[in-house]
T-cell receptor, first 114, second 117 residues
Framework: DAGVIQSPRHEVTEMGQEVTLRCKPI?????LFWYRQTMMRGLELLIY????????DSGMPEDRFSAKMPNASFSTLKIQPSEPRDSAVYFC????????????FGDGTRLSIL | DQQVKQNSPSLSVQEGRISILNCDYT??????FLWYKKYPAEGPTFLIS?????DKNEDGRFTVFLNKSAKHLSLHIVPSQPGDSAVYFC????????????????FGSGTQLTVLP
C-alpha cells in the first residue's frame, strides 16, 4: 500500500532558479497539505487543498510560492525565484474522508538554495 | 505566538522505564490532538490521537492524557524501547470533532526522545 510520495528527495540549486516540488497523495484521499520545516519556525502549514481546490493558503510566505493540484493524484509546490532563506524540508501530507483519520506524511524534500 | 508548545527539546530515558512527553496549548478552540513520531530523513508518522471529549486514550504501550482545564496533554510510553528514539511532535486542530478529521494542524516544536539500552 503506497504512502504519500514526494519527489525529489533532495534538491540543491542556485538562488534565482525555479524550484518545483512534487507530491502524489494516497489514492482515495481527498485533502492534501504542504508543510515546511525549519529550525527557526518548526513545522508550519503552507497551504491545503480539499477535492483539488485550495482552501487556505494563508501560510504561503510570499508571492514567490505557488501550489497547484490539477487532479486528485498530483500536486506541485513551486518557488520562483528561489532564495537562500527558502532552504528547508518541505513535506506533503494527505488525509482521507473517514472519521478520526490522521494526516499521512511523505518523507519530504530537502531543499537547499545556494 | 506559539499556540502549541513543547518546552522540552530533549528527553533521555532508560530502556524499560516510562517516557513522558509534555505539550501545552493556548487556543481553547482546539478540540482534537495528535502525536506524531519522526525518524531522521523520514516524514512524521501518526502515533495516537485524542478528542477533547475524552481525557485518556490508550493504544498498546502508548497513552495520551488530556487535561483541558490546564490546556495540557502528555504522551506516556511504557515500557520505553530503543526503537522509540525519535522526535515526537504534538499537534492540535480546531473543529476536529465536527469534521471527524484533523485538517489544519498546528504543531509543537518537537521533543527528541532518546531511549538508552
Amino acid at each position: 500500500d503506497a504512502g504519500v510520495i514526494q519527489s525529489p528527495r533532495h534538491e540543491v540549486t542556485e538562488m534565482g532558479q525555479e524550484v518545483t516540488l512534487r507530491c502524489k497523495p494516497i489514492s482515495g484521499h481527498n485533502s492534501l497539505f504542504w508543510y515546511r520545516q525549519t529550525m527557526m519556525r518548526g513545522l508550519e502549514l503552507l497551504i491545503y487543498f480539499n477535492n483539488n481546490v485550495p482552501i487556505d493558503d494563508s501560510g504561503m510566505p510570499e508571492d514567490r510560492f505557488s501550489a497547484k493540484m490539477p487532479n486528485a493524484s498530483f500536486s506541485t509546490l513551486k518557488i520562483q525565484p528561489s532564495e537562500p532563506r527558502d532552504s528547508a524540508v518541505y513535506f506533503c501530507a494527505s488525509l482521507g474522508t473517514g472519521r478520526n483519520q490522521p494526516q499521512h506524511f511523505g518523507d519530504g524534500t530537502r531543499l537547499s538554495i545556494l | 505566538d506559539q499556540q502549541v508548545k513543547q518546552n522540552s527539546p530533549s528527553l533521555s530515558v532508560q530502556e524499560g522505564r516510562i517516557s513522558i512527553l509534555n505539550c501545552d496549548y493556548t487556543n481553547s478552540m482546539f478540540d482534537y490532538f495528535l502525536w506524531y513520531k519522526k525518524y531522521p530523513a523520514e516524514g512524521p508518522t501518526f502515533l495516537i490521537s485524542i478528542s477533547s471529549i475524552k481525557d485518556k486514550n490508550e493504544d498498546g504501550r502508548f497513552t495520551v492524557f488530556l487535561n483541558k482545564s490546564a490546556k495540557h496533554l502528555s504522551l506516556h510510553i511504557v515500557p520505553s524501547q530503543p526503537g522509540d528514539s525519535a522526535v515526537y511532535f504534538c499537534a492540535a486542530s480546531e473543529g476536529g470533532i465536527s469534521s471527524g478529521s484533523a485538517r489544519q494542524l498546528t504543531f509543537g516544536s518537537g521533543t527528541q526522545l532518546t531511549v538508552l539500552p
